[in-house]
C-alpha cells in the first residue's frame, strides 16, 4: 500500500486559485451566459483573481522544478561512462565543460562515434531551424482557421523527435555490437 504524502502548501495553494477559473467556464457553459450586471464581478472573482495567484505561482514552480531536474540530470553526467565500451570517463566541473573533458576519448577510442556524432549535431541544427518555421507556418495556419494544416504542420515536430531519437538509438546500438564484436575478436 502506498503512502500519500501530505501535500505542500505551494501545492494547495495552485489546487485552490487554479480551480476556481475552472469552475467559472462550466458555469459559464451550463448556464449558457451570465447577467451582464453581475459577470464583471464574478470574471474578477473567479478569474482574475486566482490567475494573478496561480500564472506567477505556476511560473515559479515550474522553473524551480526544472532546474532541480537538470542538476539531477548533470550529477548523472557528471559521473558518466562511455555509452560505447562502458569506461568511465572524466568528470566536468560544469555542463559547459562535459563535452571538451570526453571528447578526447571518442576521439581517440571510437572516432567513428565521433564523426558521426559531429554530423548528427549540424543536422539537428539544420532541423531545429525547419521546426521553429515550421510551427511558425502552422500557427499561422491556425490563426487563418485551416485547423487541418495546422494540426499536419504542427505533427512535424513530434514526428521529427521521435525518428531522430529512434535512428540515433539504433546507430548507437550498432556502434555498441561493433565495438564487442572487435572487442571479442581481439582482446587486450
Known amino acids: 500500500m502506498a503512502h500519500l504524502k501530505r501535500p505542500r502548501r505551494v501545492t494547495l495553494i495552485l ?3 487554479g480551480i476556481p477559473p475552472l469552475g467559472f467556464i462550466v458555469a459559464l457553459f451550463v448556464l449558457g451566459s451570465i447577467p451582464d450586471n453581475v459577470a464583471p464581478y464574478l470574471t474578477v472573482a473567479f478569474v482574475l483573481v486566482p490567475m494573478i495567484v496561480f500564472l506567477p505561482l505556476f511560473a515559479f514552480t515550474g522553473y524551480k522544478y526544472s532546474m532541480r531536474r537538470a542538476r ?40 567513428e ?40 504542420f504542427y505533427a512535424y515536430v ?6 531522430v531519437y529512434l535512428s540515433q538509438k539504433r546507430e548507437i546500438e550498432r556502434f555498441r555490437s561493433r565495438w564487442k564484436h572487435q572487442l571479442s575478436e581481439n582482446p587486450r
Not at 132 to 145: D, H, N, R, S
Open 15 to 17: 489546487l485552490i486559485t
Open 72 to 111: 539531477e540530470r548533470f550529477a548523472k553526467l557528471k559521473n558518466a561512462s562511455c555509452i560505447i565500451c562502458g569506461e568511465l570517463l572524466p568528470d566536468a566541473v560544469r555542463l559547459r565543460d562535459l563535452r571538451r573533458t570526453q571528447r578526447p576519448h571518442y576521439e581517440t577510442v571510437h572516432p
Open 113 to 152: 562515434v565521433w564523426r558521426w556524432g559531429e554530423r548528427w549535431k549540424k543536422i539537428n541544427i539544420l532541423g531545429g531551424t525547419v521546426g521553429i518555421f515550421i510551427v511558425g507556418l502552422a500557427t499561422y495556419q491556425l490563426a487563418t482557421e485551416n485547423a487541418l494544416q495546422s494540426i499536419l
Open 158 to 163: 513530434p514526428a521529427y523527435i521521435l525518428a
